[in-house]
């Protein structure tokens, strides 16, 4: 392995720019192939960055001996097996969010990348921002005391025609689910990395506004950090006109409120407010009222820790037992709703669970 590590990347939908153009920004990375099954997409994608080769079959590209690593950037349901045919060809290995369609498919994955010695990572771009450092470092330190409460709000619109654009929108064998697992994802994950493990939760999902899916589109849950604290969610993709999303934390000496990638709010005792807040406006693209994220800071962040997980053999900051994680909380919320009733961690995974359709 060289200065460079050599990456080939497998699908170019809405997020494989995002990880094409991240890896473009790094040089200690080269992408040296592009996969996608269509073949004028494959094409089109690899002459606008500049990659060096193309194929329609991934496999094909697999076996090369010049990928050291593969972005897989398609649909859910596809990520169990690409991931697992990319570890058994020696090929570290970094997954879009998110990881899989449920948590045993999850741990197929995870046992697979173990198995054949690489690195396993779950894009979750939000952790990398400086603004989540700085509440991770604060409540790492005690500076909320104990904390009370935690709120976390995901309530953005998508259209018909949204839904629409992929046969796999919108259904359970697709996508996994649908507002919890596509739209607020990134904010669950980023709540369960700032506050902690879950204990216990109560979930509702119910598909409302959108007749031609199967999923979600209204979704929340009640729940019980493991340190102590009460949490809530409201998660929706049927929401008009779409808000931003939002994590408000309460401590017993203040409170932290992130929208978005802005710091709002640092009401903490002993801590000047005006040193903490936002004071730049972060635009990454209207990601309430459609799928509009541009921005790929986040992600060449997240991938140059990547590379150096591989070049120091650690473990990634997002590797795939915390990409599991965010998961479990999702389908922990399909499993209560389901059963009507409280269900505790870590969750007795059935598949079964998350098939409701009716509001």
């Known amino acids: ?117 690489v690195k396993f990572g779950v894009i979750f771009m939000y952790r990398f921002m400086d603004q989540a450092q700085l509440i991770k470092k604060a409540l790492d330190e005690g500076k909320l005391g104990k904390l009370l409460s935690v709120d976390c709000s995901g309530k953005c619109f998508r259209s018909d025609e949204y839904y629409a654009s992929g046969a796999w929108r919108g259904t359970w064998k697709g996508e996994g689910g649908g507002s919890l697992i596509s739209q607020t994802v990134h904010f669950i994950d980023l709540m369960l990395y700032l506050v902690g493990d879950v204990e216990r939760l109560t979930g509702n999902y119910m598909t409302t506004l959108h007749p031609d899916i199967e999923v979600d589109d209204v979704a929340n849950a009640i729940f019980k950090f493991k340190n102590g604290a009460l949490g809530s969610l409201v998660s929706s993709s049927a929401v008009r006109p779409g808000y931003p999303r939002h994590i408000e934390i309460h401590g017993e000496k203040g409170t932290i409120k992130i929208v978005e990638e802005e710091i709002v709010e640092w009401k903490v005792e002993g801590m000047n407010e005006d040193d903490y807040l936002t004071k730049v406006k972060v635009d990454s693209g209207d990601t309430a009222t459609g799928a509009g994220y541009v921005a790929t800071e986040n992600h060449r962040r997240q991938l140059t820790d990547f590379i150096h997980a591989i070049k120091e053999d650690r473990e990634p900051m997002v590797d795939g037992v915390e990409g599991r994680r965010t998961l479990e909380f999702i389908r922990a919320i399909y499993q209560s709703s389901d059963l009507g009733k409280e269900v505790h961690f870590p969750i007795q995974e059935d598949e079964k669970y998350g098939k409701k359709t009716a509001w």
């Open 1 to 117: 392995m060289g200065d460079k590590i050599r990456f080939g990347i497998i699908g170019g939908g809405m997020a494989g720019p995002l990880n094409a153009g991240a890896l473009r920004d790094i040089p200690e990375a080269e992408v040296v192939a592009f996969c996608d099954v269509k073949e004028d997409v494959a094409k089109e994608f690899s002459k606008e960055y500049n990659i060096p080769s193309y194929y329609t079959d991934y496999k094909e590209m697999l076996k090369r001996d010049d990928i050291d690593a593969v972005c897989v950037v398609t649909p859910p349901f596809l990520h169990e097996q690409m991931v697992v045919d990319c570890a058994k060809a020696g090929k570290h290995v970094m997954c879009e969010k998110p990881i899989s369609v449920d948590c045993n498919a999850a741990d197929r994955m995870i046992a697979a990348c173990k198995e054949a010695g």
